[in-house]
């Protein structure tokens, strides 16, 4: 069963600071993996990585993904309070349509 | 519109009851999913729609629940004779290409079984 795991479950942290969120996979015949920022209602696309070792940046998001080792971070580096939000990891295999998400991590910042 | 719709954005019923929740996606959108987002978990895959190829139904949980997708577009998730466990956000999305685009979703609707 595909499975995904995301740590830590929750993070306080102050404006400005740079937080690192964690997410493991195991997927068969991976494909993707995808992160999605969830404030009140819709998850919202940040990444889709496929490929080992290639850094995705936006702004002061960035994300890299390591498919030897089965992981993925997300960094945000000088946190706003409107970064605040559940951070959810997927990862889709075999069957294209089914990404398996992980449980997400909720960021809190404060000012 | 721009982006995926769904309807209504929240719905109460009572228990043993049938609902019908619907999704408009993206247009030119090719993909439609279904998931379920139940209090503080993650989100759970239902069932999804590429073209006119079968469904992929795996993740329905029961045989109350079942979904359509008319004419390449529109669809439709049913549930019925619902139960408490029932209660929970069921998100849609669409993507451009099954596989290799990433998924864009809706609001949610918010169903609440009582």
């Known amino acids: 069963e595909d499975k995904v795991v995301q740590s830590p479950l929750s993070l306080v942290v102050h404006e400005g600071d740079t937080v690192t969120l964690n997410c493991s996979y195991e997927v068969t015949n991976f494909r993707s993996l995808l992160w999605y920022k969830q404030e009140k209602k819709a998850p919202t696309f940040l990444f889709m990585l496929?490929?080992?070792?290639i850094e995705k940046k936006s702004g002061r998001l960035s994300s890299i993904l390591d498919k030897k080792e089965l992981f993925s971070i997300l960094n945000i580096t000088a946190t706003q309070t409107g970064d605040s939000a559940v951070y959810l990891c997927a990862s889709g295999g075999t069957s294209y349509g089914k990404l398996t998400f992980g449980q997400g991590t909720i960021l809190t910042v404060h000012p | 519109g721009a982006g995926v719709s769904q309807s209504p954005s929240n719905k109460v019923t009572e228990k043993g009851k049938d609902v019908e929740l619907r999704c408009d996606p993206i247009s030119g959108h090719t993909a439609l999913y279904w998931y379920r987002q139940s209090l503080g978990q993650g989100l759970e895959f239902l069932i999804y729609f590429q073209g006119n190829s079968a469904p992929d139904k795996s993740g329905l949980p029961s045989d109350r629940f079942s979904a359509e997708r008319t004419g390449g577009s529109v669809s439709t998730l049913t549930i019925q004779r619902t139960q408490q466990e029932d209660s929970a956000v069921y998100l849609c999305?669409?993507?451009?290409?099954?596989?290799?685009?990433?998924?864009?979703f809706g609001n949610g609707t918010r169903l609440t079984v009582t």
């Open positions: 999305a669409s993507s451009l290409i099954q596989g290799t685009s990433p998924l864009h």
């Open positions: 496929t490929s080992s070792g």
